[in-house]
């Protein structure tokens, strides 16, 4: 399984904690790191040398991914 690092630069006191996981896949590090951030917090998550995730938490889960935002990417087994 790959280890990933969770970055959190927390919003009140600018404090930068970094947190290793190991995860199954990229989707589940994410989760976990968007878990723990609290509302305000930077998130990023790495695999090795590349950030695979990087977003502002506004407080609610919904995972906003690259796909998301290139709607004609997604594809469907179905």
């Known amino acids: 399984m790959p280890s990933y690092d969770v970055r959190l630069c927390k919003r009140r006191d600018g404090a930068k904690p970094v947190y290793r996981i190991i995860e199954t896949s990229d989707f589940a590090a994410i989760c976990v790191a968007r878990q723990a951030a609290e509302f305000g917090d930077h998130v990023e998550v790495w695999r090795g040398m590349d950030c695979i995730y990087a977003a502002q938490e506004s407080g609610a889960f919904s995972l906003r991914s ?7 990417t997604i594809r469907s087994n179905a």
Do not use: A, M, T, Y
């Open 66 to 72: 690259k796909v998301e935002k290139q709607p004609g």
